[in-house]
C-alpha cells in the first residue's frame, strides 16, 4: 500500500490514532475492580511458601524436611533434588548468538549448592502461606559455607576460585567491537577525557510482586497458569517443556499486571516450582514472592564499573569512544534471556547519538553469588548513555563549549539517515537535531543559563544537563533471542474477527500492564476498519486465545503488535469492502467504511452497515453467491526483516539544584523531546516517557542494592531500598517529533523505555554542571549525598 | 510475610494492662499503634507469645494543657498531635517535628507512647523531649514513676522502662516567652529515617543564649545532648563566630554510628551543618 | 502454639460483618480473602508502599498493620466502599481522563489517600499534594499526572465551594 493511502487511512477526520483517549482498564482500576492474579477465588487452593538460602554461597550437606511435612495444613514439601527429579532440565542461560558464552545448568531449586542468598532451596505447600511459612521454618539444612565472590574485580581475578568448577573461571562473556584505529584517533586528538564509572545494583521493585497460580486436571491433563507476566507464550513454552506437558495442553492466563518493567519477562525457578506442586497435588496452587523474598529472587540489573574515553578534535569534533565494560551478573545467566544484554547493548549504545567513526568497546560480564541479573527496563541504556552523554559534557568543557552546541555539532543531521553507528548499529528515520531545537526552546536554556549564573553569585548551586540518546526499541528475529536460539516470539500476530452484530473483536499477542497496549490497538484497529471505538474490543493476555506472539519487553508492543493489527485489520477491511461490493452490485474501490457503516467513497452515502455484513457473512449466507465464502477472521503476523532493533532517538533535558553543604540534590524539572514515529495516543507516550524517567532517576539518586562482603543483601526492604516517591520527583515536560520508521506501514516505534535510558544520564549531567565551579564532578550512581560532599571534598 | 502465631489480650483497663506485663514480661508486647511493632512481627523478626492491645484505654488518650505542662497521652496518635492547638501553641518545637514523622496513613495510627517506647535512634519525638525537658509517667503493679526523658533513653532501642511497666504520658512543660526552638533533620525522601537530624530549644535574654538544650539524633544510638555544643553558646549571642564555635564543638560531644544510608563521617559533617543552620534560624526567629 | 483465633463484628463499607479469624491474620488480609474485597492490595507488608490503605473510623490506615482482630466494632471502607459512595467520583472521573494510573495496583491506596486531602477542603499547592502522597509508591506513572488530577480536583471543589454550589 502505498505512503499516500495509508496516510489517508490513518490521518482521515475521524482518526483515533494520533488521538488521547482514555484506557478502559483505568476504569476499572479506579473502582477496586481490577483483577490481579492474587485477586482470583479459586476453590481447595493451597499456598507455596519457600525455604531460600540465607547464605551467598554454601553447599546443602544435609536437608530435613521431616518435621516441616508434619505441621498443620501441609499438603507437600519439596526439596530441590526431588523437583530436580520430576522436571526435565535444567536451564542452561545462554544464547547460540554470544558465542564464548558460557553458564553453569541451573536447577529451579537449589540441589546440592546454593549459589546466591535467597535462591529458593525447599517449597512448602500448605492450607495457607501463613501455615507454609511455619512449616517452612521447621526445614533442617547443614550448610556448609563457602567462599563467597561479591566483587566484580575479584570475580575476574584468576586466583579467584571459580563459583562453577566446571566453567574454569567466573566469566559468563566477553565482547569486543572496534572499528580499527582508535589509538590512532586517541594519539592524533586535541582533547582526551578519561574517566571511570560506577553503576549500583538495581531491582525493579513492581508494586504487585511476582505472583503465579497453577491448576492442573489430572483428568484432561491441563495445566492452567494464571500469573503476573508480560509474555505469557514465553511461559507456556518454557513451563511446558520443564514440566514435561505438551504446548497445547498448557495455557497461560496474564490478567491484570501490577507492574512489570521487564521483571515479569522472566522464567524463575520458584514459579515453576509453584506449577510442578499443582501438576504433582493435581490442586490449584500458588505463589506470591513477598517483599523480603522478591528483593532477594527477582532479577537484579545495572551493576556495571565502565572506564571511557573520549577524544575530540579541537574544534569539537568527537574522532572515538573507547569503554571497557565489567559487568556484575548473578550466580547464573538467567534463563532464556541471559545475562550478558545488559552489557552488549552498553557496547551498542554509548555514544550512538554520535558521528564519529571511531569505536571501540569491551564488555566482560562476570558471574557473582548474587541473585540472577537480567533485562530490566531500558536495558544496558541508562548505562551507556550515562558514560557517554558525561564524556561529551567533558569534553565541551574542555573546549569552552556549551553542551548543546557541543552536540549540535556531533549529532547525525536529520538528513544523514539510513547510517549505521561506529558501534555498528543500523539506524535510520531519526531527528536527533529536531529534538535538541525543541528541547532548548521548551526548556527556556538560555534563561536557565542566565539565572543560573545570577544565583551562583549568592551561592545558590543549580545545574542544567543534557542528554542526547539513541534506544533500540522492537527487536527483531535477526537479533540476539531469534538468532541466539530463545524460545521466543520476535515476531508478532492480530487476528481480528467482524462479528455478527458488527462488532471486532481485536485478538493480540502483545500484552497489557497498564501502559495503554489494549488501547493503542484498539485505536489502530477502528480506525483502519473505519469503526467507532466502542465497536472494537482488545483480548490480550491468554494463550488459548490469542495467536502466538512475545507479549510485551523491549518496547515492542506498538511496533510490532501495531503493525500487526494494521495489517489484519486492513485484511478485514478489504474482504468487508468485497462482500459489500457484492450485496451492492458494485466495485470495491467505489465503497469505504466510515462510523461503522460502508459508504460511499465518493459523496460519503451510507450503504450498509456492518451489522449487515456480519448478519449475512455468519447466518444468512443464501444471500451472497456460492461463490463467496465469508471468512471474517484475518490474521497477520509481523517482525523486523532486517534489524536488530528499531532504533529510536531523544534528548532529555534536567534542571536541579545541589545543596552543596548537605550534598541534597533537589530535582527541578525535567524536560525529555523523543522521537518514536507515528503516536498513537499522545497522552499514553507522555506517560509512558514520564513513568520511565521517575524510575532511571530513582535509580540514579536513590536505588542500590547494598551487598556486604559475605554476600549478604543489607537494605532489602523498602524501607532501606529507596524508590522514588512523590515528594523527590520533578513535574516531567514531554514533546514528540514524530518521523515515522520505514520498517512498517503505521511507522511507530517504541516508546516505553526511552525515559528510564536517558534520565540518569541527564541528572548526572545536571548534578555535575551545578558543581563545576567548585572542580568536582560525581561519576557514581546513585549520586547520594555521600558521593556528592565526596567529590567536593567536604567529607 | 506473616506473622508466627501470638496469643492476643484486648486491655479491659490499665490495670489490666499492667498485670499482664508483670506476668509475661518480656514474652509480651504493647500492641499500640504498631506502626513499629507490626512490621518486626510479620517479617518474623520478633515473635512475642503475647499481644496486649491497648488501644481501647482511654485513660492513655488525649492532649490537654495543665498548669504550664503539657500532658500527651501514650496513646495520642501522631495526626492528634499534629493538629492539636495545643501543642501548635505551646510546645512549637514538637509541631515542627510532627510533619517529618513518617506518612499520613502511618500518622494516623502511630503513637507518641508507641515511639517514646521504641527509641528508635532516628525518630523524632525522642530528642523532642529530652530538648524540652519532658518527663515520662511510667505504670506498673507496683505504682507510678516518672522518669525524666534526659534520662529515659538509655541505649540503642533502650529505655528506662522496666519489662512491666507501661508508659502512660508524657508531661512537656510549655515552651516560655523568651525561647526559641528550631526542628530540622535530614532524610533522603520525605518520611523516611533521618540520617541526622536536631531539636533545638534555647532561651534568649537580652540578646544571649541563656540555656541551650541541642538534642541530636539519628547519627546516635540514642538522643544526644551536645554539652559542648550548649557551652560554645552559653551567654552569646548567636553570632557568626558563636555559630562556628557551636559546629567546631559538633565534633567533642557525638559519635556517630554510620548506617545503610550514610557513613560515621557524613553524620558527623551532616549534624554540623544542622548545627549551623538551626542556630541562624533561632537568631533570626528570635529576632522577629 | 496452636492457632489462636476470635470472633469480630464490624461494619465493612456500611455492611455488619461477623466472622472467626485467626488472631495473627492482618486487616488487609481479612478484607481480601475473607471478604472478597480484592480491591484493596498488599505490597510490601510493612507499612511502606500503601497499597493497603484503607480508611478506619474515618481516617486511612495501613491495612498491613492492622490486625483483622483490632477492627472489630469499628468502621472499615475500602476502595469498593469508597467508590460506590459516590463522593469520589470527580477524583476517579479525574484519574481516568489524566491517565494518572497505569497498572492500577498503587490506585486504591492513592486514591484513599487522596481523599483525605481533599477532604480538608483547603487550597494545596503541587509540592503539599506530593508530600500528603509521598506515603504511597507508584512506580508506573512517576506522579506527575497523579498530581495533576488530585490538583484539578481539589481546585474545581474549592471553586464549587466558594461558588456556593453542592
Not at chain 1, 519457600?50 to 547464605?55: N, Q, V
Not at chain 3, 481479612?30 to 508502599?49: W, Y
Request: aromatic share 4%; proline share 5%; with cysteine.
Amino acid at each position: 500500500m502505498s505512503d499516500e493511502t495509508i496516510r489517508a487511512l490513518l490521518d482521515r477526520p475521524n482518526s483515533y490514532v494520533g488521538r488521547t483517549l482514555s484506557r478502559a482498564g483505568a476504569r476499572r482500576a479506579v473502582a477496586g475492580r481490577g483483577r490481579y492474579t492474587d485477586d482470583f477465588a479459586v476453590p481447595r487452593l493451597l499456598h507455596a511458601a519457600f525455604l531460600r538460602s540465607p547464605h551467598a554461597h554454601a553447599r546443602i550437606a544435609c536437608i530435613d524436611t521431616e518435621a516441616a511435612a508434619r505441621e498443620s495444613g501441609v499438603a507437600l514439601v519439596m526439596t530441590g533434588a526431588e523437583l530436580a527429579r520430576m522436571v526435565a532440565g535444567p536451564w542452561v542461560g545462554t544464547l547460540t548468538c554470544f558465542p564464548g558464552m558460557k553458564s553453569a545448568p541451573q536447577y529451579p531449586m537449589a540441589v546440592d549448592r546454593a549459589c546466591w542468598a535467597g535462591e529458593p532451596v525447599a517449597m512448602v505447600v500448605a492450607a495457607s502461606r501463613a501455615q507454609a511459612e511455619d512449616a517452612v521454618e521447621r526445614i533442617a539444612v547443614e550448610w556448609e559455607e563457602l567462599p563467597a565472590v561479591v566483587d566484580k574485580q575479584a570475580a575476574l581475578d584468576p586466583a579467584t576460585p571459580p563459583i562453577h568448577p566446571a566453567l574454569g573461571d567466573n566469566i559468563a562473556f566477553r565482547r569486543t567491537i572496534d572499528t580499527g584505529g582508535v589509538d590512532a584517533a586517541f594519539a592524533a586528538a586535541d582533547v582526551v577525557i578519561e574517566e571511570v564509572f560506577e553503576f549500583g545494583r538495581h531491582t525493579a521493585v513492581s508494586l504487585e510482586p511476582r505472583t503465579l497460580l497453577a491448576d492442573f486436571d489430572r483428568a484432561t491433563g491441563k495445566l492452567t497458569i494464571t500469573t503476573s507476566s508480560q509474555c505469557p507464550h514465553m511461559i507456556q513454552r518454557v513451563f511446558a517443556a520443564t514440566l514435561g506437558l505438551p504446548d497445547h495442553m498448557v495455557q497461560l492466563i496474564a490478567p491484570d499486571v501490577g507492574g512489570s518493567f521487564g521483571l515479569k519477562i522472566h522464567t524463575y525457578g520458584d514459579e515453576l516450582a509453584t506449577a510442578a506442586a499443582a501438576v504433582r497435588l493435581g490442586r490449584p496452587v500458588k505463589f506470591v514472592a513477598d517483599r523480603l523474598e522478591s528483593f532477594v529472587s527477582d532479577i537484579h540489573a545495572r551493576e556495571n564499573r565502565v572506564k571511557g574515553r573520549i577524544a575530540v578534535s579541537g574544534t569539537g569534533e568527537i574522532l572515538a569512544f573507547d569503554i571497557d565494560v565489567l559487568s556484575g551478573a548473578g550466580a547464573y545467566s538467567q534463563y532464556p534471556r541471559t545475562s550478558v544484554l545488559e552489557a552488549t547493548q552498553v557496547l551498542n549504545v554509548t555514544g550512538g547519538p554520535y558521528r564519529h567513526r571511531r569505536h571501540r568497546g569491551r564488555a566482560t560480564v562476570v558471574y557473582l553469588n548474587k541473585p540472577p541479573s537480567s533485562q530490566y527496563r531500558a536495558v544496558g541504556h541508562p548505562i551507556g548513555n550515562s558514560v557517554g552523554e558525561h564524556l561529551v559534557d567533558r569534553a565541551a568543557h574542555a573546549l569552552g563549549l556549551d553542551p548543546v552546541e557541543m552536540r549540535r555539532r556531533n549529532v547525525f543531521p536529520d538528513d544523514a539517515y539510513p547510517a549505521v553507528t561506529a558501534s555498528g548499529v543500523r539506524i535510520n528515520d531519526m531527528s536527533h537535531q529536531r529534538c535538541l531545537d525543541t528541547l532548548v526552546a521548551r526548556m527556556g536554556y538560555a534563561e536557565l543559563r542566565s539565572e543560573q549564573a545570577a544565583l551562583r553569585e549568592k551561592g545558590v548551586h543549580r545545574g542544567i544537563g543534557i542528554a542526547c540518546f539513541i534506544k533500540g526499541t522492537a527487536p527483531g528475529p535477526h537479533g540476539y533471542y531469534g538468532t541466539g536460539g530463545a524460545p521466543i516470539s520476535l515476531q508478532d500476530a492480530c487476528t481480528i474477527k467482524l462479528e455478527p452484530n458488527g462488532g471486532i473483536l481485536c485478538a493480540v499477542g502483545v500484552t497489557e500492564q497498564g501502559q495503554g497496549t489494549d488501547t493503542v490497538m484498539a485505536q489502530i484497529a477502528a480506525t483502519t476498519l473505519g469503526v467507532p471505538m466502542e465497536s472494537v474490543r482488545v483480548i490480550s493476555g491468554d494463550t488459548d486465545a490469542v495467536p502466538y506472539g512475545g507479549g510485551t519487553f523491549g518496547s515492542r508492543a506498538v511496533a510490532i503488535g501495531g503493525e500487526a493489527v494494521f495489517q489484519a485489520a486492513r485484511a478485514l477491511r478489504a474482504e468487508i469492502l468485497d462482500i459489500a461490493a457484492v450485496l451492492l452490485q458494485a466495485e470495491p474501490s467505489a465503497l469505504d467504511i466510515a462510523g461503522g457503516t460502508v459508504v460511499d467513497r465518493a459523496g460519503g452515502a451510507r450503504r450498509l452497515p456492518l451489522a449487515e455484513i456480519g448478519r449475512i457473512g455468519h447466518f444468512q449466507l443464501g444471500e451472497l453467491p456460492n461463490s463467496v465464502q465469508p471468512v471474517l477472521s484475518h490474521t497477520r503476523r509481523f517482525r523486523l526483516l532486517e534489524d536488530l532493533y528499531i532504533f529510536t532517538n531523544g534528548v532529555h533535558g534536567a534542571h536541579v539544584e545541589v545543596d552543596v553543604e548537605t550534598g541534597f540534590v533537589r530535582l527541578l524539572r525535567h524536560w525529555v523531546v523523543e522521537d518514536c514515529g507515528r503516536v498513537i495516543n499522545p497522552q499514553l507516550a507522555d506517560e509512558q516517557v514520564r513513568g520511565g524517567c521517575v524510575q532511571g532517576l530513582g535509580g540514579a539518586l536513590y536505588e542500590h542494592c547494598l551487598y556486604d562482603a559475605a554476600g549478604q543483601l543489607t537494605n532489602g526492604t523498602l524501607a532501606d531500598y529507596l524508590v522514588p516517591m512523590a515528594a523527590e520527583m520533578p513535574d516531567i515536560d514531554v514533546a514528540h517529533v514524530q518521523t515515522p520508521t520505514s520498517v512498517s506501514e503505521l511507522g511507530a516505534k517504541g516508546v516505553g523505555e526511552s525515559g528510564t535510558g536517558a534520565a540518569p544520564a541527564v541528572v548526572m549531567n545536571a548534578v555535575n554542571d551545578a558543581l563545576l565551579p567548585f572542580g568536582a564532578r560525581v561519576t557514581t550512581q546513585p549520586i547520594t549525598p555521600e558521593v556528592i560532599l565526596t567529590a567536593l571534598g567536604r567529607i | 510475610m506473616k506473622p508466627r502465631r501470638f496469643s492476643y489480650v484486648r486491655a479491659e483497663s490499665l490495670a489490666h494492662a499492667v498485670r499482664l506485663l508483670g506476668e509475661h514480661g518480656d514474652e509480651a508486647r504493647i500492641l499500640a499503634g504498631g506502626q513499629s511493632l507490626m512490621p518486626t512481627l510479620n517479617m518474623r523478626l520478633s515473635s512475642p507469645r503475647l499481644l496486649i492491645d491497648i488501644n481501647r484505654l482511654e485513660a492513655l488518650s488525649g492532649i490537654a494543657l495543665r498548669e504550664g505542662v503539657v500532658r500527651i497521652g501514650a496513646l495520642a496518635r501522631h495526626a492528634e498531635v499534629l493538629r492539636s492547638p495545643v501543642v501548635a501553641r505551646h510546645l512549637p518545637l514538637l509541631a515542627e517535628a510532627m510533619p517529618h514523622v513518617a506518612h499520613v496513613a502511618v500518622r494516623n495510627r502511630g503513637t507518641f507512647g508507641g515511639s517514646i517506647a521504641l527509641a528508635d535512634p532516628a525518630a523524632e519525638l525522642p530528642a523532642c523531649t529530652v530538648a524540652l525537658g519532658a518527663a515520662f509517667v511510667l505504670e506498673s503493679a507496683g505504682g507510678r514513676r516518672e522518669v525524666p526523658a534526659e534520662r529515659y533513653f538509655t541505649g540503642l532501642y533502650e529505655t528506662a522502662r522496666r519489662p512491666d511497666e507501661l508508659l502512660v504520658e508524657a508531661l512537656v512543660p510549655v515552651e516560655q516567652p523568651g525561647s526559641v526552638s528550631v526542628f530540622m533533620e535530614l532524610a533522603r525522601r520525605q518520611g523516611d529515617f533521618a540520617i541526622a537530624g536536631l531539636a533545638l530549644h534555647l532561651r534568649l535574654a537580652a540578646g544571649a543564649v541563656g540555656d541551650a538544650r541541642p538534642v541530636y539524633f539519628a547519627s546516635e544510638s540514642r538522643p544526644t545532648l551536645g554539652r559542648s555544643v550548649a557551652e560554645a553558646v552559653m551567654g552569646k549571642a548567636l553570632d557568626g563566630p558563636a555559630v562556628e564555635a557551636a559546629a567546631a564543638a559538633v565534633e567533642r560531644d557525638l559519635a556517630p554510628v554510620g548506617g545503610a544510608h550514610a557513613s560515621a563521617r557524613l553524620q558527623l559533617h551532616l549534624q554540623r551543618v544542622l548545627t549551623r543552620r538551626a542556630l541562624e534560624t533561632a537568631r533570626r526567629r528570635a529576632a522577629a | 502454639m496452636s492457632e489462636e483465633t476470635l470472633t469480630i463484628a464490624l461494619a465493612v463499607n456500611g455492611e455488619r460483618v461477623s466472622r472467626t479469624v485467626p488472631v495473627r491474620q492482618s486487616l488487609v488480609d481479612f478484607l481480601r480473602a475473607d471478604l472478597g474485597l480484592t480491591g484493596t492490595h498488599v505490597g510490601c507488608e510493612h507499612g511502606v508502599c500503601g497499597a493497603c490503605s484503607v480508611r478506619l473510623d474515618g481516617a486511612v490506615v495501613r491495612g498491613c498493620l492492622l490486625l483483622a482482630v483490632q477492627a472489630d466494632g469499628c468502621e472499615v471502607v475500602t476502595i469498593e466502599g469508597l467508590a460506590e459512595a459516590g463522593g469520589i467520583a470527580d477524583l476517579q472521573e479525574a484519574f481516568v481522563a489524566r491517565n494518572a494510573l497505569q497498572c492500577g495496583y498503587c490506585t486504591p491506596g492513592m486514591l484513599m489517600t487522596a481523599a483525605e486531602l481533599l477532604a480538608e477542603a483547603r487550597p494545596r499547592t503541587r509540592e503539599e499534594i506530593r508530600t500528603f502522597l509521598s506515603g504511597n509508591y507508584c512506580r508506573c506513572t512517576g506522579y506527575h499526572a497523579i498530581v495533576d488530577a488530585v490538583a484539578a480536583t481539589l481546585e474545581a471543589r474549592l471553586a464549587r465551594g466558594r461558588e456556593g454550589s453542592p
